[in-house]
DNA sequence: ACGCCGGCTGAACGAGTGGTTAGCATGGTG
DNA sequence: CACCATGCTAACCACTCGTTCAGCCGGCGT
């Protein structure tokens, strides 16, 4: 009968600490080599037996959860921090370039190629959050409206987000520090295509989306009623 | 001492049909599970001992190695087959809607997520591709021009491939009969926001473009030297 | 009919996994 | 000083993994 993490006020920091070492730890260590990475490396990185870190977590998978609540926290406090300039994918690139959260980002996408609940927050979260930054940027005027604001903004976002991921996943870096550098090189490439797509687009005809629009009865946009 | 696989001629049937049985349940398995599937299983579903599948490839990653070969062999004449008609995306939506390649694509779909040799084959594969293709429409007045064509195929490549890997491994369908089902509503969720992007672009203003342009000194395209 | 031979298997091995437990050392407290 | 709680570990458990190997067994040639 070990004793079990109900109350934390009888080991004040020296317990905090060692937790807070090997989760973090954890995160490194699932971000480089995936979420298959065994409790021993994990337990080897901070130089503690493998037995503490189940004695800390309980079982992998909790250890994995402490990851998952840790780095979202992560992800909100430097989504606060970032204040949104110009620009579409605003949070995505700094958060993306910045050097210091290169290793949440590489768990970030780790977590998306596993597809565990954090990747589908995380998705949602950007999402949401592209939904409204497009919506301000409508308004604004500074973007075309769509028949469907929300199909949109999730097309963006999986087409962004899964750029990203399967860009890295032909081509990954050894280790977490090229990481950011490898960010920005991807950055630096998808930059001149993205923004002549979204200034001039890619088709000189609306012959397709006119065919497309006249096909179906009317788009599933819920937010936009009459069109054309 | 086992004999080798040198030569075929001595088992002129048989042998080949079972190096196939298993070779498909491989594949099949591999697109269901992953390639963390064991090989246990895989001799399961075929109906012979785990020992049999070793006798035949040696090791599991000659077993994989062989699934690859034919999963690409398998794509090149999905793709010879395919007359591309109109649309950009033709082929990748053929080929990911059609019941048949249900399974094919989902060993692709696997091995993009885990970014083996094949993963990269398929999508150079599918790069070269689109820019044959999109060289083609922009010569037929049927798209914009690029200053960097290649930049852009390929782009536009990663983002159609990678949030079609997003999307399934946010929301996986629980077996491949679904697979099919799942991309033809993955294709028509996109269309809308696609077509609009393609025609109407996503900016009113070519500020940012133009500042870009005007920021680096020349886009690194080498087909197109001299522009704007 | 006999022997060989090759496809095929059952059983095991060694490594590695997540998880459990008994116990050690240490430091604060009566 | 004695005691006890506690952070921590070594050892172990059951299990899965890829892989190996001795040998079975049925068909085929002689």
């Given amino acids: 009968m070990v004793c079990m993490r109900s109350d934390k006020r009888s080991v004040p ?6 937790r807070a070492r090997i989760r973090d730890a954890a995160i490194e260590r699932f971000a480089r080599d995936g979420f298959g990475a065994g409790l021993r490396t994990v ?3 901070v130089g503690v037996s493998p037995a503490l870190v189940l004695h800390h977590f309980g079982s992998k998978d909790r ?35 910045a050097e210091r959260y290169s290793t949440i980002l590489g768990y ?27 919506g301000a940027a409508v308004s604004a005027g500074l ?10 903004s999730r097309y963006l976002t999986l087409s962004a987000l899964g750029a990203m991921m399967l860009s890295i996943t032909l081509d990954p870096p050894e280790d977490l520090s090229n990481l950011t550098g490898f ?29 497309y629009l006249l096909y179906v009865g009317d788009p599933p946009g819920e937010n936009a009623a009459q069109h054309s």
């Fill in 143 to 152: 973007a075309v409206p769509s028949r469907d604001e929300r199909a949109r």
């Fill in 183 to 211: 960010m920005r090189r991807f950055f630096a490439e998808i930059t001149l295509p993205t923004l002549e797509l979204y200034t001039e687009g890619f088709l000189t005809t609306r012959r397709m989306l006119d065919d």
């Fill in 108 to 134: 970030v996408l780790r977590s998306l190629l596993d597809g565990g609940p954090l990747a589908r927050a995380f998705v949602q979260h950007m999402i949401d959050d592209a939904e409204q930054y497009v």
């Fill in 63 to 97: 250890l994995r959860q402490a990851c998952d609540e840790h780095v979202l926290a992560q992800i909100r406090t430097a989504k606060s921090e970032s204040i949104v300039d110009a620009g579409t994918r605003s949070f995505l690139e700094h958060f993306a370039t």
């Fill in 43 to 45: 337990a080897g990185d």
């Fill in 13 to 18: 920091l020296s317990d905090l600490t060692a």
